[in-house]
Every structure is written in structure tokens, then in C-alpha cells.
């Protein structure tokens, strides 16, 4: 009986040891590369996809602070993905990853006071234009401005009509 209950101890202690030593703790940052091991912040890992591939039941993935991660929109496969630690290293703001989609070659010259137009029939909202890597501001954000196609008079700005899904730009 001695020996049974020792045996079945010893099981319960093994497998629970295995339990532990399968989570890992690794590091991103956007001046990283997918060809390091991630297990330091001195060799970090870079891409969201390789933090994707990494999380498996128990793993850490830490984002260094002040880093941003720009990736397609709906390009990241979360279903899954579950009993995974997601936190930041590091000093400074908080890290971001935002999905983005490239509304590249969809832009038209509407003829008139520098205003471009693009409607893309794939997207029903936009949170935020980049031009050029610079960030614009929406007309309803802007303090004074009516969210009106005319108001669009500023480098700094971009007008989205949720009715037509059509987005505008002054540029």
C-alpha cells in the first residue's frame, strides 16, 4: 500500500512539475527580430504574428512600452489562444497594436480645394487616417468643426460620412 500511494505521489509531483515547465516568458519589440529566441529583453522577438505562434497555455507575452505595431486589419487569429498572460516591459507609455487596412490606389481627386475621396465598401467605421505615416485628425474629434464634407479645410484633417461609408481628405 506504502508503495502505491509513493507511486502515485510521485506521478502527481511529475506532472505537475511538466505543468510549470512549458510556460515561457517572451519579449517583443519592434526593433527586435523573429529570428531571436525572445527570452530576454535583450532578444526580443518582433512580429505580432511570431506573439500569436507563442501563445500557448501558461506562455507570457510582454510588449516593450513605447513601442507601436501597425498590422492589416483582421490579419490576427486569436480563436484558440486561451490561459495566455499579455503585459508590457520597460519604461514609457503603454505599448499599442493597432489593425490597420491600406486604403492604397482606392483615393479620388474630387476637383475641388484639395480634397481627396475613398470609398471601400470593406470597412463600415474609421478611427483614425494616417497620410504618409503622419496621423490626421477626424472633423467630429476636432474642437469648433461640424463633421460636415465642407468644413474640410486643414492638412490636418479627414471628414467620414457613415451613411456612404465614403472617407475624405484634405491634401
Same mark, same amino acid.
Given at each position: ?5 509513493? =507511486? #502515485? ?5 511529475? *506532472?505537475?512539475?511538466? !505543468? ?12 527586435? !527580430? ?16 511570431? =506573439? #500569436? ?14 513601442? #507601436?505595431?501597425?498590422? $492589416?486589419?483582421?490579419?490576427?487569429? *486569436? ?8 503585459? =508590457? ?5 503603454? $505599448? ?24 471601400? $465598401?470593406?470597412?463600415?467605421? #474609421? ?12 472633423? @467630429? ?11 474640410? @479645410? ?18
Amino acid at each position: 500500500m506504502k508503495k502505491y500511494i509513493f =507511486a #502515485v505521489a510521485a506521478i502527481a509531483i511529475f *506532472l505537475l512539475a511538466q !505543468s510549470f515547465g512549458y510556460a515561457t516568458t517572451y519579449y517583443f519589440s519592434t526593433s527586435g !527580430s523573429d529570428a531571436n529566441n525572445g527570452l530576454s529583453s535583450g532578444t526580443p522577438k518582433q512580429s505580432i504574428s511570431a =506573439a #500569436v505562434t507563442l501563445m500557448t497555455s501558461g506562455n507570457t507575452i510582454l510588449f516593450k512600452r513605447g513601442d #507601436v505595431w501597425y498590422i $492589416p486589419f483582421d490579419s490576427v487569429n *486569436l480563436s484558440g489562444k486561451s490561459n495566455v498572460t499579455l503585459n =508590457a516591459y520597460g519604461t514609457g507609455d503603454k $505599448p499599442v497594436i493597432a489593425g490597420m487596412a491600406l486604403l492604397d490606389g482606392t483615393w479620388t481627386y474630387t476637383g475641388s480645394a484639395n480634397i481627396w475621396k475613398s470609398v471601400d $465598401p470593406r470597412f463600415n467605421f #474609421v478611427h483614425r487616417v494616417f497620410v504618409n505615416g503622419v496621423s490626421r485628425i477626424s472633423l @467630429d474629434n476636432k474642437k469648433g468643426n461640424i463633421n460636415a464634407l465642407s468644413n474640410l @479645410d486643414s492638412l490636418d484633417e479627414y471628414f467620414y460620412d457613415e451613411t456612404s461609408g465614403s472617407r475624405a481628405l484634405y491634401y
